[in-house]
């Protein structure tokens, strides 16, 4: 996690060189979008770089427990942090770019209640499996008792874990994340296909309804890279399991934050350049 100034031990702090030359490069894509096109385009990647902080943010409110939660060991979800934070936000995505013709609000709010609803059906099966298939109670491994219900967990962890199941911090912190994540996604979504269906016109000498269906397939497969992209490094900036925004390691977002600001930016950039120029 160098590039976004942690050490190999995934520390909480952030190196002020690395935040510096991030911050060149964002000030960098956005000078360059703005001398091409200081409307529209402009005011995409600014779109686009809120979108990928959003998603990077909100990946870390996902209960994430990789292997250790498939065995009882460790609270969360038993998978990764990108493949959980994707199957969340894709699902915002998809929903927000099926309502994108409803309008700009529609579209945002079709969006995290997607990312939202899927994490909440997803926890909730978990804690299905959890407490009637393995036959273990909710109990978190990183606060003595939950912040929002008061429930304890000191007297149900058993010996040997981190806790085990999906606390109710977890679960909203989950439902929180999948909300985030759908809404950056569709945000990203929609401002590379306003850009696309603004410029690819001209570009290609053809009727604005004729690029609507290649616009739409830009837009989504650039969102979809961009999803993954800030997922990826939200990943690694947690290196491992979370618990949710009540874990020590949430306290590291904000070094998350500037790492998909600036990859979002640069992205961004090469994405509304494919058309502007």
Not at 52 to 79: L, N
Not at 144 to 166: M, R
Request: net charge negative.
């Amino acid at each position: 996690m160098s590039a976004l100034g942690g050490g190999h031990a995934g520390g909480d702090g952030m190196n002020p060189v690395a935040a510096v030359v991030g911050l060149v490069l964002l000030i960098l894509a956005l000078g360059i979008i703005y001398v091409l096109s200081p409307g529209m385009a402009f005011m995409a990647l600014i779109g686009v770089i809120i979108g990928g902080v959003m998603i990077g943010f909100g990946v870390h409110f996902v209960p994430v427990g990789g292997a250790p939660a498939a065995m009882g060991q460790s609270p969360g979800i038993a998978t990764g942090v990108t493949m959980l934070a994707a199957g969340a936000g894709l699902a915002g995505l998809f929903g927000g770019a099926w309502a994108a013709e409803l309008g700009f609000g529609v579209a945002l709010a079709g969006g995290a209640i997607g990312g939202g609803l899927m994490m909440a059906i997803t926890c909730l099966m978990v804690n299905v499996v959890y407490v009637y298939a393995m036959g273990i109670p909710a109990a978190s491994g990183k606060v003595a008792k939950d912040p929002i219900t008061g429930d304890t967990f000191e007297a149900y962890k058993s010996k040997g874990t981190e806790g085990h199941g999906l606390p109710f911090i977890s679960y909203v912190g989950g439902v929180i994340g999948g909300m985030l994540g759908g809404l950056g996604g569709t945000l990203i979504y929609l401002e590379l296909l306003a850009v696309y269906e603004a410029f690819l016109p001209a570009a290609l000498n053809a009727q604005a309804e004729q690029i609507v269906p290649l616009a739409v397939g830009l837009a989504g497969i650039f969102a979809v890279g961009l999803f993954l992209i800030n997922a990826v490094l939200a990943a690694y900036n947690i290196t491992g399991t979370i618990e949710g925004p009540h874990d020590p390691k949430f306290k590291r977002f904000p070094r998350a934050v500037v790492g998909c600001a600036v990859a979002s930016a640069v992205c961004g950039l090469f994405a509304i350049i494919l058309v502007v120029i």
